[in-house]
C-alpha cells in the first residue's frame, strides 16, 4: 500500500515521514485531484492500517495539515468530510489523547461548511467534545469556532446536546468554573421550553395554523389604495384568532429571560425558536469560555477511557446464548436429561472398553432426534404402571442393556422455553430398570396435574415423520403441585430416589467426549432453572444475587463466568478474557477451582487437542496457595483466576511493591525499612517492611489472632461479645462506606453521632464509647506488635493507586471481571478497591445471603454495595447514555435444591406432629 501511485496514500502509510517538499507535492496533488483522499477510507487494507498505528499516521496528517492553506476551503473541506469526520466516528478503536491532538490540528484549516457536520459527529460521540473543551490547546480552538456558532450550527437538537454536556461537564468540575448563574439559566432554560413545548401542544390540538398567517390565495385580490389600513385591521383579526392566555408561571419565566409574553401561536412559536438558538448559544459560549480546566481534562480522560470500554465489549456483551455455552450442542432438536444414576452408567459404560456404550450412544442420538422406532416400548409390569402417573419407555440397546425414559416438561436453557423433553432415568439391566421403576413411581407421585398432562400430550411431529417436543406458555410448568393432594411418603424415600431427583444433566457432545476418553473426574454442567438462566444471561449491567444456601448463587456465579470465558474462547484471534472469581474460603476456593477447571476441560478437550491451546494451570502451586506474585506474573493461561481475597490482595501488595524502584526488599520477606522514606511501597511496607523489638512475629489480624493476642490485653471488655466488637472495629468504625473518601477510620465524634440504622448492634451512645475506647487501645497494640489488619492492607492499596495514576492503569487493564462467593463477607473497603481495579461497570458479579457470614468482621448490606456502584460510574452512565451502568441489576433465588423434596416432608412431617402433639 505504501507504494500506491495514490499520492496521499503514501503520504499516510508510508513507513517514513515525507519531507516538506514531498508533502508539498501530495498537497498539490490532492488540489488536482480530491478524490484520492476518499479512496483512503475506501480501501479495507488502508482503513485498517491507519486505525491500528494511528499515532503514527495521526502524526503525518499533521504535518500535512500544517501544509494546507488556511484559505484553500476546497483541500480543506475534501480532508474534513472524506477524512476528520470519518476518523471520530471510528473513536471506540483510537487513543482519545492522539484523537484529540489530531481533531485540534484540524480545526486550524476547517471550513465553515463541514463545521456544523463536525458539531453533529461530536454530539453522537461520547467524552471527545469534553476532551476537547477541557485541553489547552483544544479549548482555544472551540472558544475561536464557538463565535461562529450561530452561523455554522443549524440544527437546535444539536446545539443542546453541545450545551447539556458542557454545562452538565462544568458543574462535575471539583474546583468549579465560576459558571454558577449560567448552568442555572440553563437548567430554568430547558425546563421553560418544555413548558412552553407543552403549551404548544395543547394549543394546536384539532386545528391547524396557517403558515405565517397568511391569508387564503382564493381571497386575495389587489389592494386599492384606502384598503391599506383596513388591511392591517384583518392581520389583528387573524391573529388575534390564535391568541391564549399563557399561565401565570410560565409567563414569569418567560419574562425572566427577558422576553416578551406571547400572545399568539406564532408568537409562542417563534420564541421557542428563539430559546432553541439564540438564548442556547448565548449560555454555550459563556460556559464555554470558563475553560481549559485542568481537573476536567483529568475527569475527561477517565470517561473517554470508561466509554470505549463499554462500547468495544458490546457486541459480544449483548449475545442471547451468551453464558450458555455449556448447555449447548445438543445430540438433536430434544433435551435429553439424565439422571444422575443415568449419568454413572454410561460412565461405567465408557469405561468397560466395550463396544456397548456406541450402542448405546447411537440410541441416545436417535431419541434426541425424535425418531422412536422402537424405542419407546412401556416399561415396567402391569402392577408398576399402575403406580405411575406418566408413562415409562424402555429402548433395548443390547439383550442385557436398556434404557428408561420418559417424556418429561422443563425450561429448555438454550430455546428458552418450558417445553417437552427427554428424562433418562436409568442405563442397565432388565433387573436394574425394574428397581428404578419403583423409584420414579415414588417421585411422579409429586407431579401436578397440570404437568402430568403436559408429560402425556403426544408430541407433534415435522414434515420427516419425526417427534418434535411441544412446547408451552411461559410459567406453565409444575414440578411439584401444591393441590396435587399426593405427597411424598417420607418412609418411602430412600438414598437412591434422592440420587435419582437431585440433579440432572444434558447430553451434549463434549459429555459423549468426554466420557468415550474415559476422563473419569470430569464434571459437567447440570440443568438448571429458568431464573437461573436469565441471571447467567445478564451482562448488560453488573450483577447482585442474592439468596439462602442451596438456593444456586454459586452454580450462577460459576457458569455466568465460564459461559463468558468459552464465548470469548470460541472467536478466533481474541485475547482471553482475564476473569478472577474470589471468596474468603480458602476451603471453597480449592473446590471451586477445581471444578471449573474440570468444567472448562470436559468443554473444550477436543478443541485443546486439535489446537494445541493451553488449559488453565492450577494456581495452587506454592505453599501458601499462589503461583504468581504479582500482576505481571499473571500470563494468560491463568485464567479464569479463581483464589480467596487474601491471595488477590497479596497480588496487588506485590504489583505496588514492583512500581517503586526504590523498594528492594524480597517479597513477602520482613525487613526493615526506612520510615521517612517517599516510594509508593512504604504504603504497603506496614506489612512487610518494618522491624520491631517486640518478640514476636509480625503477622496479619484476623478475627483468631484478634482473640487469641488482644481480646485479654484490651480493657473493659467485659459484657460484650467479642465477635460483635471485632465486627464493629472492622466494619464500621475502619472499613465502612463512609471512610471511602477519607481513607481514615470515623473519628470518636464522627462514630457516636452515626444513627441508630447505620450502627445497628450497639444503640447506646455509653457502649459506642467503650468499643471506641477499645478500637483506640487495639489499634496502638498493633502498632507495638507491628502487626496489621486487613483494612490496613485494603487502605493502603488504595492510597497506593490514588497517587500513582500508571499503577492504577496497570491493575485496571491486568482484570476484565470480578466475581465474587458469598460477598456479604466482604467489607464495603474490600468494593471499593475492587471499583478502582476493574474498569468495565459490567464486570462485577455478586452473589451473597445476608443471613450467613463466615467473617467475623463483616457488616455487610447490599445498599452500600449499590451506593459505591452509583459513584463510582454514574458519570459514565450519563456519557453513554446507559442508565444501568451505575445500577447493579439484582437478583433474587428463593428456591432451595439442596433441601430436596425429601428433607421437606420429613421437615413437615416433624411441624405436624409438633402442632397436633
Not at 324 to 347: F, M, N, Q, T, Y
Not at 575 to 589: G, K, M, W
Not at 643 to 672: H, M
Not at 747 to 774: G, I, N, T, W
Request: glycine letters at 6%; a neutral charge.
Amino acid at each position: 500500500m505504501a507504494n500506491s501511485p495514490n499520492p496521499f496514500f503514501r503520504l499516510v502509510l508510508n513507513e517514513e515521514p515525507l519531507s516538506y517538499a514531498q508533502r508539498l507535492a501530495v498537497y498539490k496533488s490532492v488540489s488536482t485531484h480530491p478524490k484520492q483522499v476518499s479512496a483512503l477510507m475506501r480501501d479495507g487494507l488502508a482503513k485498517d492500517r491507519l486505525l491500528v498505528d494511528f499515532r503514527t499516521r495521526a502524526a503525518r496528517l499533521i504535518e500535512f495539515f500544517d501544509t494546507v492553506k488556511q484559505t484553500d476551503a476546497k483541500v480543506a473541506k475534501v480532508l474534513w468530510i472524506e477524512l476528520v469526520i470519518p476518523i471520530v466516528t471510528e473513536w471506540k478503536v483510537l487513543d482519545c489523547d492522539v484523537l484529540t491532538e489530531f481533531l485540534v490540528s484540524a480545526l486550524r484549516i476547517a471550513p465553515p461548511s463541514v463545521l456544523g457536520m463536525f458539531a453533529k459527529a461530536l454530539a453522537d460521540t461520547p467524552s471527545i467534545l469534553e476532551r476537547l473543551v477541557s485541553d489547552q490547546a483544544g479549548s482555544k480552538r472551540i472558544q475561536d469556532w464557538s463565535c461562529t456558532l450561530n452561523a455554522t450550527v443549524k440544527d437546535p437538537a444539536t446545539l443542546e446536546v453541545w450545551t447539556n454536556r458542557i454545562v452538565a461537564f462544568c458543574e462535575g468540575c471539583p474546583n468549579g468554573h465560576g459558571a454558577t448563574s449560567q448552568t442555572k439559566r440553563w437548567w430554568t432554560l430547558v425546563t421553560l421550553k418544555a413548558a412552553l413545548k407543552g403549551v404548544a401542544e395543547r394549543s394546536g390540538e384539532g386545528k391547524t395554523l396557517p403558515p405565517n398567517h397568511l391569508p387564503l390565495l382564493a381571497g386575495m385580490r389587489e389592494l386599492a389604495e384606502g384598503d391599506k389600513k383596513s388591511l392591517g385591521a384583518r392581520r389583528l383579526q387573524n391573529s388575534a384568532q390564535y391568541s391564549f392566555d399563557l399561565p401565570l408561571d410560565i409567563a414569569d419565566a418567560v419574562k425572566a429571560f427577558g422576553m416578551a409574553v406571547p400572545t399568539s401561536e406564532r408568537a409562542l412559536q417563534i420564541l421557542i425558536e428563539s430559546l432553541e438558538k439564540e438564548e442556547t448559544l448565548s449560555i454555550l459560549v459563556e460556559v464555554i469560555g470558563t475553560f481549559p480546566c485542568r481537573p476536567c481534562h483529568d475527569i475527561a480522560n477517565r470517561l473517554s477511557e470508561a466509554a470505549q470500554t463499554v462500547s468495544g465489549d458490546q457486541n459480544l456483551q449483548s449475545t442471547d446464548n451468551l453464558g450458555l455455552g455449556l448447555h449447548e450442542k445438543r445430540i438433536g432438536v430434544w433435551k435429553v436429561s439424565l439422571s444422575a444414576p443415568a449419568l454413572k452408567d454410561l460412565r461405567k459404560l465408557g469405561l468397560s472398553g466395550s463396544d456397548v456404550f456406541a450402542l448405546a450412544e447411537a440410541k441416545l442420538r436417535d431419541l434426541g432426534s425424535g425418531c422412536w422406532r422402537g424405542l419407546s416400548n412401556l416399561a415396567g409390569s402391569p402392577h408398576q404402571r399402575s403406580q405411575l402417573r406418566v408413562e415409562l419407555l424402555r429402548a433395548a440397546v443390547s439383550r442385557k442393556l436398556f434404557i428408561l425414559w420418559q417424556i418429561d416438561v422443563g425450561f429448555d436453557e438454550v430455546t428458552s422455553c418450558v417445553q417437552q423433553l427427554i428424562r433418562v432415568w436409568k442405563v442397565d439391566t432388565n433387573e436394574e430398570v425394574s428397581r428404578a421403576i419403583n423409584r420414579v413411581a415414588i417421585l411422579q407421585k409429586c407431579y401436578g396435574d397440570v404437568l402430568v398432562q403436559q408429560c402425556r400430550l403426544r408430541p407433534p411431529k415435522d414434515p420427516d415423520g419425526k417427534f418434535i417436543p411441544a412446547k408451552f406458555p411461559r410459567g406453565s410448568e409444575v414440578v411439584i403441585s401444591a393441590d396435587s393432594g399426593t405427597k411424598m411418603d417420607v418412609r418411602s424415600t430412600d438414598k437412591e430416589v434422592i440420587e435419582m431427583s437431585n440433579k440432572f444433566y444434558s447430553l451434549t457432545e463434549p459429555v459423549i467426549n468426554s466420557i468415550l476418553s474415559n476422563d473419569v473426574e470430569a464434571e459437567f454442567p447440570f440443568d438448571i432453572s429458568e431464573e437461573e438462566v436469565k441471571i447467567i444471561r445478564h451482562f448488560d449491567s453488573a450483577s447482585l444475587i442474592l439468596g439462602r444456601s442451596g438456593t444456586g448463587k454459586t452454580t450462577c456465579l460459576v457458569y455466568k463466568l465460564l459461559g463468558k470465558y468459552l464465548a470469548r474462547k470460541s472467536v478466533p484471534g481474541e485475547e482471553p478474557i482475564r476473569q478472577v472469581l474470589l471468596t474468603r474460603s480458602d476451603f471453597l476456593s480449592v473446590k471451586l477451582r477445581l471444578y471449573i477447571k474440570k468444567l472448562i476441560e470436559a468443554q473444550t478437550s477436543k478443541a485443546l487437542s486439535l489446537s494445541g491451546s493451553h488449559q488453565p494451570e492450577d494456581i495452587s502451586e506454592t505453599e501458601d496457595g499462589l503461583a504468581v506474585d504479582s500482576v505481571s506474573t499473571l500470563k494468560n493461561e491463568l485464567f479464569p483466576l479463581v483464589c480467596t481475597f487474601d491471595q488477590f490482595l497479596r497480588i496487588l501488595e506485590n504489583t505496588v511493591r514492583e512500581a517503586d524502584r526504590k523498594c528492594f526488599s524480597p517479597l513477602g520477606e520482613l525487613t526493615a525499612k526506612d520510615p521517612h522514606s517517599s516510594g509508593l511501597a512504604d504504603q504497603i511496607a506496614s506489612i512487610y517492611c518494618r522491624n520491631y523489638t517486640y518478640n514476636r512475629k509480625s503477622q496479619i489480624v484476623d478475627f483468631q489472632t484478634f482473640k487469641v493476642d488482644y481480646w485479654g490485653r484490651l480493657p473493659r471488655t467485659r459484657h460484650l461479645p467479642i465477635e460483635v466488637v471485632f465486627a464493629e472495629i472492622m466494619g464500621i468504625i475502619k472499613g465502612s462506606t463512609s471512610s471511602r473518601d477519607s481513607l481514615r477510620p470515623l473519628s470518636r465524634e464522627e462514630y457516636l453521632s452515626r444513627s441508630h440504622r447505620q450502627v445497628p448492634l450497639f444503640a447506646l451512645e455509653s457502649e459506642r464509647s467503650r468499643v471506641y475506647d477499645l478500637y483506640e487501645a487495639y489499634e496502638g497494640l498493633k502498632r507495638e506488635f507491628g502487626d496489621v489488619d486487613n483494612i490496613d492492607r485494603v487502605v493502603n492499596l488504595l492510597k497506593a493507586i490514588q497517587v500513582d495514576k500508571g499503577l492504577r492503569e496497570r491493575l485496571r487493564v491486568s482484570f476484565d471481571e470480578v466475581y465474587i462467593d458469598e460477598v456479604q463477607d466482604q467489607r464495603s473497603l474490600d468494593i471499593e478497591l475492587l471499583l478502582n481495579v476493574v474498569r468495565d461497570a459490567r464486570g462485577f458479579h455478586l452473589a451473597g445471603d445476608t443471613a450467613q457470614s463466615i467473617s467475623k468482621d463483616s457488616t455487610f448490606r447490599f445498599a452500600d454495595i449499590k451506593a459505591l456502584f452509583y459513584d463510582h460510574f454514574s458519570s459514565v452512565s450519563e456519557v453513554t447514555n446507559q442508565a444501568d451502568l451505575a445500577k447493579p441489576t439484582q437478583f433474587v433465588l428463593s428456591k432451595n435444591y439442596r433441601s430436596h423434596q425429601g428433607i421437606l416432608a420429613l421437615a413437615s412431617l416433624v411441624m405436624k406432629m409438633l402442632s397436633t402433639g
